[in-house]
């Protein structure tokens, strides 16, 4: 029997950690609806984290630095690749990933003190690589403005992908860096049907919303992208062509996409998602899953596990070639136009002359 769905969440379960040494399991109590015998009120924590920028080696992502303000995320998508980091914390990777949010109060303070490190070589830094900057508690903790603000102030270029029309609200400081050749913010858009986004990203924006953000930033001279992701076959994967068009017209000049991943305990999660879901679709899916990941539902050698590989895969790269060409999408590298030349350590202290 699957596990009805919770309203506002996207994983129906606390599914335990791989590092968990004790399972506790919570009846349901049939005397009460899903929602109020499953409490699902979001809860907030300090992130006593001691330093601020991540490091990344991996060839097929296009970035070597990366930041993020937060460990969990609100916006509960069922697909998240970063839900298995929870478990490093103790925590489930299931409704724990999207009710237990790590807040790291002092990220501005750590990047000051890492970029005006005389070692630290500038380039351009990720935002939303793992979990979304941009997610509900960004709003009243502001974590990734200040962030913005210290990275304005050093000259220190950022691309940004989020799902959260919340980036409009930094648009004044987006725009002057990109003034300057020093930000670019990517949009992840996954669907445009309400009622698929209900199921698969319960906290997050609209699809139409999403355009529109992507619209705004493009009208105030950021450079702007569309990522679709993730490809899930059978659910959303004859989206691409339209939502492609769709932020092409809106002003995205980039564009990627990558194919379902599911590692660790988001195979168990994504599985439940689908028998709550669609269970008639279920062994469709993961079968096309599995085809495109040599016979498993998770790859994690390079340049197989962001595309997949196989038949399937191999329709979804050609789709998204000639969706891209159609559309005069990605004629220049994400990145690449990011300047790194005007980076600059601000004279905190200045000595003033006696004479």
């Known amino acids: 029997m699957a596990t009805p769905p919770i309203k506002g969440r996207g994983a129906t379960s606390n599914t335990p950690g791989r590092f968990a040494k004790t399972i506790a399991v919570r009846e349901l109590d049939d005397e009460l609806a899903p929602d109020e015998a499953r409490p ?3 809860e907030y924590y300090v992130d ?7 490091r990344n080696e991996s060839p097929d992502i296009p970035f070597a630095l990366s930041i993020n303000p937060y460990r969990g995320c609100e916006h509960g998508c069922i697909y998240c690749f970063a839900r298995p980091s929870h478990a490093y914390l103790d925590l489930s990777p299931g409704l724990d990933f999207e009710r237990k949010i790590f807040v790291k109060e002092n990220a501005a303070e750590l990047l000051r003190k890492e970029l005006s490190k005389p070692s630290y070589q500038c380039q351009w830094i990720a935002m939303g690589a793992n979990t979304d900057p941009y997610q509900p ?3 009243e903790r502001r974590i990734t403005r200040q962030i913005l603000e210290v990275m304005k102030e050093f000259n220190q270029p950022v691309g940004i992908v989020t799902k959260g029309s919340l980036i409009q609200r930094d648009i004044d400081i987006l725009a002057a860096m990109a003034e300057k050749g020093l930000a670019e913010a990517i949009i992840s858009v996954t669907t445009l049907s ?7 990203e319960p906290r997050a924006s609209t699809g139409a919303a999403r355009l529109e953000t992507l619209r705004c930033l493009t009208q105030a001279g950021i450079p702007t992208g569309v990522l679709f992701a993730p490809v ?7 989206e691409m062509e339209t939502i492609l068009a769709a932020a092409s017209e809106a002003g995205a000049r980039q564009a990627g996409y990558v194919f379902l991943r599911l590692p660790w305990e988001l195979k ?3 599985s439940d998602w689908l028998e709550a879901h669609y269970p008639q679709k279920k062994a469709h899916v993961l079968s096309l899953v599995s085809q495109s990941r040599g016979g498993k539902l ?12 196989g038949q399937y895969a191999e329709m979804i790269a050609q789709r998204f070639r000639l969706a891209c060409q159609k559309n005069g999408l990605n004629r220049v590298p994400r990145g690449n136009h990011l300047r790194t030349d005007l980076f600059r350590v601000p004279n905190s202290s200045p000595q ?4």
């Not at 006593?48 to 991540?54: E, G, K, Q």
């Not at 309400?194 to 698969?200: D, F, G, R, S, Y």
Request: glycine share 2%; hydrophobic share 40%; no cysteine.
């Open 40 to 42: 699902a009120d979001t």
């Open 48 to 54: 006593a984290t001691r330093s601020i920028i991540a």
């Open 137 to 139: 508690v960004e709003k």
């Open 194 to 200: 309400n009622e698929l986004k209900t199921k698969l």
């Open 232 to 238: 899930i076959p059978f659910v959303n994967d004859a």
């Open 268 to 270: 168990a999660l994504f």
């Open 298 to 309: 998770n790859q994690t050698e390079f340049k197989q596990r962001m595309k997949g590989e």
């Open 352 to 355: 003033y002359s006696l004479f």
